[in-house]
Nanobody, 120 residues
Framework: QVQLVESGGGLVQPGGSLRLSCAASGSTVSIYAMGWYRQGSGKQRELVARISGGGKTDYADSVKGRFTVSRDRAVNTVYLQMNSLKPEGAAVYCC??????????????WGQGTQVTVSS
């Protein structure tokens, strides 16, 4: 099992920056990719950014050039640096980890989410 705990959300003005952190614990050696998703009020959950075990990154078109996902294997933590935040970026941001179970099946673990509010 993999447990995820996010931190770093809060209130920021439009154009501001925030850095989210997601600390993984448990069977971290089984993780092959981690990512950030968000769900705004009345909206469906969407992928924001993802980083593979090899360091390959993918971003939603809406955040390219403004958000950066990174991973520190030494502390089993993935980060999301968010710059030039826009009001439409307000959402609950959740961390995700894709990992293998003992039988080789793939599983997904989720954090509890952290609220990001973008408002003046």
């Amino acid at each position: 099992q993999v447990q995820l705990v996010e931190s770093g959300g809060g209130l920021v003005q439009p154009g501001g920056s925030l850095r989210l952190s997601c600390a993984a614990s448990g069977s971290t050696v089984s993780i092959y990719a981690m990512g950030w998703y968000r769900q705004g009020s009345g909206k469906q959950r969407e992928l924001v950014a993802r980083i593979s075990g090899g360091g390959k990154t993918d971003y939603a078109d809406s955040v390219k050039g403004r958000f950066t996902v990174s991973r520190d294997r030494a502390v089993n933590t993935v980060y999301l640096q968010m710059n030039s935040l826009k009001p439409e970026g307000a959402a609950v941001y959740c961390c995700n980890a894709d990992h293998y179970s003992d039988d080789g099946a793939t599983n997904a673990s989720w954090g509890q989410g952290t609220q990001v509010t973008v408002s003046s």
